[in-house]
């Protein structure tokens, strides 16, 4: 059963959340990916965010660049945490996005992550940690990516 759902703005948004999909699929996370435009897309984005928990999905992570509305809107529509991934706008480098996810007024909150591919990652990750509170195995399987990171760690440089 799809666990976590990843939803961004724009096609041109997949280069930066593909590495959370990547992440998800390195630790076995059923998940999916769709394009759902906050101002493009309302009426899909309404059906993604009202529908998501009687679907089954448990975490939603949203990447959206500019005036990234994507996130916060979602989150008002759902009570499943939702992770935000600002993405690198051209104009203002995603700081715009940033803080277009980060300041949401008390009450509806999205998780939000750094701008680009580490936020993307770390919100594939803590999707991950969320869902292993009550799965044994992917905390076993997280556990030994975390594992495989420090071991990747040379002690000198080459
Ligand atoms: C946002 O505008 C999207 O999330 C994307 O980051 C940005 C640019 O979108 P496109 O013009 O490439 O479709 O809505």
Do not use: C, F
Request: hydrophobic letters at 50%; glycine letters at 12%.
């Amino acid at each position: 059963m799809t666990q976590v759902g990843i939803i961004m703005g724009s096609t041109s948004d997949w280069d930066t959340m593909r590495h959370a999909a990547a992440t998800l699929e390195a630790l076995g996370v059923a998940h999916e990916t769709r394009v759902v435009s906050a101002h493009r897309t309302p009426q899909r984005l309404y059906d993604y965010a009202t529908g998501a928990a009687d679907r089954g999905l448990k975490v939603i992570v949203a990447g959206a660049g500019g005036a990234a509305h994507l996130p916060g809107m979602a989150a008002a529509m759902t009570h499943l945490p939702v992770l935000g991934v600002p993405v690198e706008s051209k104009a203002l480098k995603g700081m715009d996005s940033l803080m277009s996810i980060v300041q949401m007024p008390g009450g509806i909150p999205v998780g939000t992550l750094a701008i680009g591919k580490a936020g993307a990652i770390n919100a594939g990750l803590l999707a991950a940690a969320i869902l292993a509170l009550g799965d044994a195995d992917l905390a076993e399987r997280l556990k030994a990516w975390r594992q495989a990171q420090t071991d990747a760690v040379a002690i000198e440089p080459a």
